[in-house]
């Protein structure tokens, strides 16, 4: 079993363009959730998802979107991208539990915008 | 609101010593409480979590936390420390299953050889 994916693993964009990061879970998770990191900052939640076609807004959602149209698969979008979203993004999985079980985390897609 | 605590942004402890990694929080309700390592260039692992029940929690790498619901604290600790314990370490928070968690801001763990 491959856990969590994440795809592409290093990223540079210019302002303005676009992308799309991949998170893919091969657990059958019913929750599915997209952090950022950057130093001192810990991880914040930018949008989750608790099933397939549906989507949530979390701590830090502006300048991103998501879609959930599987399951397995959980794509975070960003439409222009800005300087402020260079950082290190975090995909994660966790039972039909929600919060209350514990995640699991692919390992990173480190994205720079110049 | 939900809010999790990691007072130090770093600590070093001797190879050997025991360890102590700091959390507090603060929530409304029953508190769901969670350890989590991240080593270099890779993605958080789960260490161990409280849901309720025993005070004191065992987890993976021979880490315990205690939970103490008077001083709102869930320390994170390690009898003997490796060097290979050397990563970053993050607490979160949740108070309820459509929560979202809330993670501290990490503390950074140094093992001295």
């Known amino acids: 079993n491959a856990g969590v994916t994440q795809t592409p693993k290093f990223r540079v964009l210019k302002t303005g363009q676009s992308m799309t990061l991949l998170c893919a879970q091969d657990?059958?998770?019913?929750?599915m959730y997209w952090y950022r990191q950057d130093p001192g900052m810990g991880l914040r939640l930018i949008h989750y998802?608790?099933?397939?076609?549906?989507?949530a807004k979390g701590e830090v959602p502006d300048g991103y979107n998501v879609s959930r149209l599987k399951k397995q698969n959980f794509l975070l979008g960003l439409e222009s991208a800005a300087p402020s979203q260079t950082s290190v993004y975090f995909c994660a999985t966790s039972t039909e539990t929600g919060s209350l079980d514990e995640q699991y985390f692919g390992p990173g897609t480190r994205l720079t915008v110049t | 609101a939900q809010s999790v605590a990691q007072p130090e942004d770093q600590v070093n402890v001797a190879e050997g010593n025991p360890l102590t990694v700091k959390c507090t929080y603060s929530v409304s309700g029953n508190p769901y409480l969670f350890w989590y390592v991240q080593y270099p260039n890779r993605g958080l692992q789960f260490l161990l979590k409280?849901?309720?029940?025993?005070?004191l929690v065992k987890g993976s790498y021979g880490f315990e936390a205690e939970f103490n619901k008077s001083q709102t604290s869930f320390h994170l600790k390690k009898p003997s420390a490796l060097v290979s314990d050397s990563a970053l370490y993050f607490c979160a928070v949740s108070g309820n299953r459509d929560d979202k968690i809330i993670f501290g801001k990490g503390t950074r763990l140094h093992i001295l050889p």
């Open positions: 998802s608790v099933g397939e076609g549906t989507t």
């Open positions: 409280y849901i309720t029940g025993d005070n």
């Open positions: 657990m059958n998770h019913e929750y």
